[in-house]
């Protein structure tokens, strides 16, 4: 298998990954401290609360790539992907202290983890460049804690990329009236006025006097 290079994955997703990590902070914190669960949210297992976030992510990253060029989402054989300009796929998932999946590893999430696009059978997956997109709660188990893309085999990261405090790169703009540059400045040469000291014929005549 030759290996997805995290500098070329984070090339590609750089773009994107600001409206990744929305979709997941809002996904989870919408369950964990919005008023929809507030009433029920105690009686869940932790089985139910991953189960509710992960439609919750779904609906988000829905609805900020949807009319994306180059980007699509899709649902096929109990998997939800996003494909990112035909060269990434992304799956979603809750992550354990080691940022891997917690969940049950069913065949088609073990080919996954394989970076096995022929045992997946499903066309159009780029070979060696699918990755987990995953958040971590707290110690309490209470809200989120952070957010992660990992890069795996089987049950190894080969690395992992942080993204929970990504921010969007600003981007420079030429200034209206941009500055001179240093070649272009023109040294202006200060005249000093020299006060005469001479002595006019009227103050010589005082002075003999």
């Not at 290079?5 to 809002?26: G, H, N, S, T």
């Not at 919408?30 to 139910?48: F, L, M, N, P, V």
């Not at 987990?132 to 890069?151: E, P």
């Not at 420079?172 to 240093?182: S, Y």
Request: aromatic share 8%.
């Amino acid at each position: 298998m030759e290996p997805l290079l995290k500098d070329d994955a984070i090339k590609i997703l750089q773009p994107y990954v600001i409206l990744i990590k929305e979709a997941v902070f809002k996904a989870v914190q919408d369950y964990y401290i919005g008023e929809e669960y507030a009433q029920t949210r105690h009686k869940h297992s932790q089985r139910t609360a991953a189960s509710i976030c992960h439609d919750n992510i779904k609906d988000e990253i829905k609805l900020r790539f949807e009319g994306l060029p180059k980007v699509g989402t899709d649902e096929r054989k109990g998997l939800f992907m996003l494909s990112i300009e035909g060269l990434l796929t992304l799956r979603f998932k809750k992550f354990n202290d080691n940022l891997l999946s917690s969940g049950i590893t069913t065949m088609q999430a073990l080919a996954y983890d394989l970076q096995d696009v022929v045992q997946l059978e499903l066309e159009g997956l780029p070979p060696y460049g699918l990755l987990h997109v995953g958040y971590t709660l707290n110690s309490l188990q209470s809200n989120i804690d952070g957010i992660y893309i990992t890069y795996r085999y089987g049950k190894v990261n080969i690395w992992e990329w942080d993204i929970t405090h990504e921010e969007v790169t600003p981007i420079a703009e030429p200034a209206l009236f941009p500055l001179p540059t240093p070649s272009e400045t023109t040294t202006r040469k200060t005249r000093v006025r020299v006060k005469d000291k001479s002595i006019s014929a009227g103050d010589k005549n005082a002075i003999n006097k």
